[in-house]
Structure formats: structure tokens, C-alpha cells
């Protein structure tokens, strides 16, 4: 009787050790994947960003001003236009 | 307890000898007896009745109720590039004023003696760091101090400043200053695309333009969720998720930027050139019914709207009316075609220029003789439209007009769109239906003008119009007039812009174009006055129409004021260049346009389209 009731107190000191240690883990884990989640946030935002960046690097403002000024392009006049015509 | 009958030998003391009445006991006993009844009554109390209070002020005391945001849907345009998203920003606020009743060694002594165990902020803070915050947040010391100087709890110093502001700010480590995290809406595209896409308010909810339109879709319901904080306010356990947060769906616009692009520094050009007061250019897809682009001027800047004046905000294409002077003339004559008393080639005499009905008289600008019906159309005669009109019975003309769409809204879900005015035909007099004819004494907007002439690009048939991008073409379409008028119509059209037209500027290198101009005299106060209002109405190319671009020109005034010489050179360069853009293969070689008909010469080919 003695030997059962001693054995049933170490299973249950053992069980609540896994308890706590259990729930420790947990938290862990958690606090963990809160950082996971912040991260992601984070990507999220600064890709909104960057897209929001090369709408304004490529926006079609600057992107005209460039041809006509840097690269000194021109709309071609109707001489300057070969049409061509694909044949069945 | 007491009992005499039982403990004989205690009781019997002689000490104890007292002759004391039974309810005296009985009284105690029922005390006590009453003790622990309300004791056991009270744990019953808050066990049962009031458990639920408890355990919730338990939890306060651990748990946290989190808002978790959602994000606001992005707008694209057609092609999937991006209008309007929402970026994280940081709002700056503080405490001007705490209470300190618990903190032992506050300096509690308040200067103003008003509120003796309130601590201000101000006394907390250096004129250095004061400095130094102004510097960062762009305003000046006063204003800083006069925000600071108030007995208030909360207070926003500024609201929506960048991430790494943010981070400067918190740098300075200044006690009572905090911030926090705020969406802002970001529109990439800037004046270009304003009107149509509108804006955002403070609390992140469409009031203008798409933004307002499509809120519904937009908006995102933010979440919340339950966790469990420690006593340091890191977030240990997620107890629940009471409500995930929605993010809002994204909306792609029919708009194409390119061709917004294209319409709004034309538009812009010509504002200047002209002088004028307003402007706006539609583009349609003819065969979708979709809007291409939209542009108003004047515009503004939707990130930045600091200075924004009435009249700058007005998205004049949907929610101003103008009169639209001669572009209704080809529906007069689709009319007249489709009754079967006209033909294209059918005379009207036109002489001498002017026509009197009733009391009122009407006239051309420039008398013509006798005119063929295309030529009515070609010279913009008003006397011709008017006589063809008079033979029409005022319901049939008021059908066709309702049937384009006319004195009704078009239902695209703006906010804001007006219907025009058309009056019923009952109270119609013969004056009236004449200079209905040629648009006058009916009232439109420029996108109601530039859906009606669908009619012509699409053979007599009209879809609906669409300000969001559609997967497939509209199957339903309602029919107005027959392909056969459509196409003759079309015809005169295209004569418009050819030498002996009214506007040979609107005419496109490389591709058949047809339209029709428009110049009316604005009405002020009940009287028409010398402002007018300058319109194209175009579509091409006319073998197979693709595009319909409709400009519309308030008050030109340096000069030149008729519809050809404003807006028929914006039409050509918009259509031009939309044509190009969307690939449309030229329809109409020119002489100087060469044309590489045999394979071999391909190699020696350097510029192609």
C-alpha cells in the first residue's frame, strides 16, 4: 500500500513537472511565432513601399521627361513610319 | 454548549448556579446558526449569482483585448499596377497633463494651483528638448507649447508622420510623448488619376471618387483577440481569437494608365494654351463599354491636400452638366435616317441661314445654302439639324434620347453623377424640339455624351458603361438605331474632320478617325453670354471603331473658342496616342507612310509600330 501510494506521488510530481515545463515550452513558442508574425507585417509593409517607390521611379511623367531630355527621343513623324503588313 | 440536563457534573457547579432562561442559549445558538447561514448565503452569492462580474474583473486584471487592423484593399488599374494602397505611418501624441495621485514622489505641487495631484507635461520637459521635438515634427516651438498647454489627457502633436520620424522622435526618449500605429493612404499616380479615384479621410474611409464607390469591397473589418499579458505587458498566451481581421479586397479599375496619362498632359496643355476655366476627357473601349481614362483639370494632388478649393475637387466629367451644343446633331440625324424620310444624300435647304419658330428665331454662325444631310452634319448647320428634327413626333425623339441614355444617371455607382435635364415630351414646344436638335435646351454630363455615341462605334447598339475592369465583354447590349444608320452616321462623322469639316485639326495620322465638334454658349443667370464651351466627340478608327474619346473645354478664352480649334486637337493627340498604345492597327496609310509589303525587307526595317 505504502509502496503504490509513494509511487503514485512520484507519477503525479512528475506529471505536473510536465505540466509547467510543457506550458513553458508553449509560451515559448508562442512568443516566438509573434515575432514570426511581426516579421511578416514588416515584409508586407516595406514591400508596399518598394512598390509604391517604382510607381514613382517609373511613373510616366518621369519616365517622358527622361526619353525627350536624357535620351533625346521623339515621337517619329508619319515619313519616318514603316507599317508592316503580315501575310496569310 | 448549555444543556443542564446532560453535563450534570459542570452544569451542577455551585459557582455556575445561576437561574438563566432557556431562550437566552436558544438566542445564541441562533445567532451563530444565522453567521454561518450568511456566510454559506454569501459564497452561494458569489459562486453563483455573481460569478461571471467576478471572473471578468479577475481577467481584466491578466487578460487584453487586442485590435488586430486590417489593411485596406489596393486600387489597381487595368493592367494590375498599383493606384491607391495603404502604407503604415506613425501618429505622434502625448499627455499634456497626468494624474500622479499614486506616485509617491511626484512633484504633486501644480503652478497653477488648479488641480494639486496633476503633473503637466511641460513642467517634465527641457526647452532643449522641446527645441528639438519642433525640429523633428516641422512645427514651431509656440505651437508645440500651445498643445502642450492644456489640462487634456490625450493630444495629438502630429498625425501621420513617416516610420523613421517616428523612430527619431522615439529616439529622443522624452517622457509623456508616445506614438502609435495609423494607416495612410498613398496614391502613387498623384494629379493624374485624382477625380476618378478620390480619397480617403483621417479615419481611413473612402469619401470621394472610387475610393468612396467601392468602400464596401475596400474597407477591412479589423479583428480582435483575446491573450494573456504578464506583469511586464508582454503578450504570454493567445486565449482566443474573438474575430479575425478581414483584410479588404483589392479593386482593379478599368482606367489604363497609360492613356490617363496621355489625356491628362494633353487636357493640361491645352488648359494653358486656352486659358480655359475647366476641362475633361473620356476615353471609352467601344467594345467593352470600359472607361479607358478620365481626367479633369482643374486637378490636385491627393497626397498632399492641404490647399484643396471646390473647384479643384469637382470630377466635372460625372457631376457637372453643361449644354452640349452641336455633338447631338448626328443623333438628330441617325433620327431622321432611321425614319426613313432622309437618306444621307437628302437635300435640306438651309437658306438663309436663319429659321423662325414661333416667337424665337434660330441661326447658323455661318449661313449655308442648300446641304445634303452628311453636309448638315459635316458643316454643323443648325438650321438643317432643326428641320430635320421638325418632322419627327416629340415622343419619337424623347424615346431615342432616353434610349442614349439622356436625362438619366448612368449608374456606374459614383458618387456624386448627375442625370442632365430632359424635359418630357409633353411640355416639349416646336422651338424646343428644334434646338434640342443641335443641343441646346437639354442639359449632360461628358461621360453621358461620350457613352451615347457607342451608338456609332458599335453599329447602332450600346453596353453598359464600366469604371471597373471586366473579365469578358458584355453579352447584353441594347440596340437604338440600325447597323445601317450606324455605319452612314459614322460616315458623316468621319467627313467632320476632313478638309471642308469643322475640325480637320482632330484628324490622327495613320488612322480614320470621324467625331463631331461642339461649341456652345454658356447660359448665365437664364441669359446665354459670350463664355462657351468647347467639345469633341470622336471615335476611330471608323472601320472597325475601337475607342470613343469625348473632350469637353469650359470657357476657352484666349482667342479661340470653337469645339475644332480647342478640343479637336486634343482629341487627335489622345486618340493618337491611345491608338498606339492599345496597338490598334492603322486603318488609314498616308501617302508619306510606307508600307513594307515583302518579307524580304524586313530585316532593313528600323522603326515599326
Known amino acids: ?88 | 454548549m448549555n444543556n443542564k440536563h446532560q453535563n450534570v457534573t459542570f452544569n451542577h457547579n455551585p459557582l455556575l448556579r445561576s437561574d438563566l432562561p432557556v431562550w437566552r442559549s436558544r438566542f445564541v445558538l441562533g445567532c451563530m446558526l444565522a453567521g454561518s447561514l450568511m456566510l454559506v448565503g454569501r459564497a452561494a452569492y458569489l459562486q453563483g449569482v455573481n460569478e461571471e462580474f467576478l471572473q471578468k474583473k479577475g481577467a481584466d486584471r491578466y487578460v487584453r483585448v487586442m485590435d488586430v487592423p486590417a489593411t485596406r484593399g489596393r486600387i489597381t488599374d487595368r493592367q494590375g499596377e498599383v493606384l491607391a494602397m495603404s502604407t503604415p505611418v506613425k501618429t505622434i501624441w502625448a499627455i499634456p497633463e497626468e494624474d500622479k495621485d499614486r506616485d509617491k514622489d511626484a512633484k504633486s505641487k501644480e503652478k497653477d494651483g488648479k488641480t494639486p495631484n496633476r503633473v503637466r507635461l511641460l513642467s517634465s520637459l527641457t526647452k532643449e528638448q522641446l527645441n528639438s521635438l519642433a525640429t523633428l515634427l516641422d512645427m514651431s516651438v509656440q505651437d508645440l507649447y500651445q498643445k502642450l498647454d492644456q489640462g487634456r489627457d490625450f493630444v495629438y502633436l502630429k498625425r501621420q508622420v513617416s516610420p523613421e520620424l517616428a523612430e527619431q522622435v522615439a529616439k529622443l526618449k522624452l517622457p509623456g510623448i508616445h506614438e502609435m500605429r495609423e494607416y495612410r493612404r498613398y496614391y502613387p499616380g498623384g494629379d493624374v488619376m485624382a477625380h476618378l479615384l478620390g480619397f480617403t479621410g483621417m479615419d481611413n474611409k473612402g469619401q470621394e471618387g472610387m475610393e468612396l464607390a467601392f468602400e464596401s469591397q475596400l474597407a477591412g473589418k479589423p479583428g480582435s483577440r483575446r491573450v494573456i499579458k504578464d506583469r511586464r505587458g508582454n503578450v504570454v498566451e493567445d486565449a482566443e481569437s474573438i474575430r479575425p481581421p478581414q483584410d479588404g479586397r483589392d479593386v482593379a479599375l478599368s482606367v489604363d494608365s497609360k492613356i490617363q496619362y496621355l489625356a491628362y498632359s494633353a487636357l493640361k496643355q491645352a488648359m494653358v494654351d486656352h486659358k480655359a476655366k475647366a476641362g475633361g476627357v473620356v476615353v471609352l473601349d467601344a467594345k467593352t463599354g470600359e472607361v479607358l481614362a478620365l481626367v479633369n483639370s482643374p486637378t490636385y494632388n491627393p497626397n498632399n491636400r492641404s490647399n484643396l478649393t471646390g473647384e479643384q475637387l469637382r470630377n466635372r466629367i460625372l457631376t457637372d452638366t453643361y449644354e452640349p451644343g452641336s455633338t447631338m446633331k448626328p443623333f438628330t440625324a441617325a433620327l431622321a435616317l432611321e425614319t426613313g424620310k432622309f437618306s444621307p444624300s437628302t437635300i435640306v435647304n438651309c437658306a438663309p441661314g436663319r429659321m423662325t419658330i414661333g416667337t424665337a428665331t434660330i441661326s447658323d454662325a455661318h449661313p449655308h445654302g442648300a446641304l445634303s444631310v452628311a453636309q448638315v452634319i459635316q458643316k454643323s448647320s443648325n438650321i438643317g439639324a432643326a428641320k430635320m428634327a421638325l418632322t419627327f413626333q416629340p415622343e419619337v425623339m424623347w424615346k431615342m434620347l432616353d434610349d442614349l441614355g439622356f436625362g438619366s444617371t448612368l449608374k456606374l455607382g459614383f458618387p456624386g453623377e448627375v442625370s442632365g435635364r430632359l424635359r418630357a415630351p409633353k411640355t416639349w414646344k416646336p422651338i424646343e424640339q428644334a434646338t434640342i436638335s443641335y443641343g441646346h435646351g437639354l442639359s449632360v454630363n461628358l461621360m453621358q455624351m461620350a457613352n451615347a455615341y457607342q451608338v456609332f462605334a458599335r453599329d447602332g447598339d450600346m453596353v453598359p458603361i464600366s469604371l471597373s475592369r471586366l473579365d469578358a465583354p458584355p453579352i447584353h447590349s441594347t440596340r437604338v438605331f440600325s447597323p445601317q444608320t450606324a455605319r452612314d452616321v459614322r460616315q458623316m462623322l468621319e467627313m467632320v474632320v476632313q478638309p471642308g469639316g469643322t475640325a480637320p485639326q482632330a484628324n490622327v495620322p495613320g488612322y480614320r478617325v470621324g467625331g463631331k465638334t461642339g461649341t456652345a454658349m454658356k447660359l448665365v443667370g437664364g441669359h446665354y453670354a459670350l463664355k462657351y464651351v468647347a467639345s469633341f466627340v470622336g471615335i476611330a478608327p471608323i472601320s472597325d471603331p475601337r475607342l470613343i474619346v469625348a473632350v469637353m473645354v469650359d470657357e476657352p478664352s484666349n482667342g479661340k473658342h470653337y469645339g475644332g480649334d480647342v478640343a479637336g486637337p486634343i482629341f487627335a493627340q489622345v486618340m493618337g496616342g491611345a491608338l498606339r498604345t492599345l496597338g490598334v492597327s492603322p486603318d488609314a496609310p498616308l501617302k508619306p507612310l510606307q508600307v513594307a509589303r515583302q518579307l524580304s525587307q524586313v530585316q532593313a526595317v528600323q522603326e515599326s509600330m
Open chain 1, 1 to 88: 500500500m505504502a509502496r503504490l501510494t509513494g509511487f503514485l506521488l512520484a507519477l503525479a510530481i512528475l506529471c505536473s513537472l510536465g505540466v509547467v515545463a510543457s506550458q513553458h515550452q508553449a509560451r515559448k513558442l508562442y512568443a516566438a511565432m509573434e515575432l514570426e508574425q511581426q516579421n511578416t507585417q514588416q515584409l508586407d509593409e516595406e514591400w508596399g513601399r518598394l512598390q509604391i517607390e517604382q510607381r514613382t521611379w517609373a511613373g510616366h511623367a518621369r519616365v517622358e521627361k527622361l526619353a525627350r531630355e536624357r535620351l533625346l527621343m521623339k515621337q517619329p513623324v508619319p515619313g519616318q513610319i514603316l507599317l508592316l503588313e503580315e501575310r496569310p
